[in-house]
């Protein structure tokens, strides 16, 4: 038989070991889980082409969307996005990150507010100001024409007899 300070530091290594394998247990969930769980699911080339397709790519002086662009600074960048898009980011978050770092030039489209939301619509604008200006210059101009037409009733009678005199004579030269 054993004695009881015996058993006791048996029990105190055997619930040492059963609390250091739920530490581990609990590490490696921690560490396998959580925020990046979904962080190991592959990227689609359409999910990853939506997102560069708004982002202008610095290493092709701006000219070229991350998606079109070969530089090796464009390769890099779109790994950075598709790592993003991996650890569940959205568009709008990895917009304002890229713009963050390198400012309103990157964005292929400019945020809709304040200034840019006046200069996105300008062109829209002066389109419609075009056709009511058009509409507007047409509809007085019809007017302004309509009250020099003459109605045919109102012909004098006597230049009427001295027209048809004259369209006698010239067909009787002929």
Do not use: H
């Not at 991996?86 to 489209?109: C, H, N, P, R, W």
Request: hydrophobic fraction near 40%; glycine fraction near 6%; charged fraction near 25%.
């Amino acid at each position: 038989m054993l004695t009881n300070g015996t058993e006791l530091n048996m029990k105190n290594k055997v619930d040492q070991k059963g609390m250091s394998g739920k530490i581990f247990f609990l590490i490696f969930l921690f560490l396998f889980s959580g925020s990046n769980a979904s962080y190991g699911r592959e990227v689609s080339r359409m999910e990853l082409e939506k997102v560069t397709d708004l982002i202008m790519s610095p290493g092709c002086n701006y000219v070229y969307t991350l998606t079109n662009c070969p530089s090796p600074q464009a390769d890099q960048m779109r790994e950075l996005v598709k790592d993003r898009i991996k650890k569940g980011e959205s568009t709008e978050e990895i917009l304002s990150y890229f713009e963050d770092v390198y400012g309103l030039k990157i964005l292929a489209q400019p945020s809709k507010k304040g200034f840019y939301f006046i200069a996105w619509w300008f062109p829209y604008f002066l389109i419609l100001d075009v056709f009511v200006l058009a509409g507007i210059f047409l509809f007085l101009w019809r007017k302004k024409s309509g009250n020099k037409d003459t109605p045919l009733n109102d012909i004098n009678p006597e230049i009427e007899t001295l027209l048809e005199d004259e369209v006698r004579k010239f067909r009787e030269n002929e």
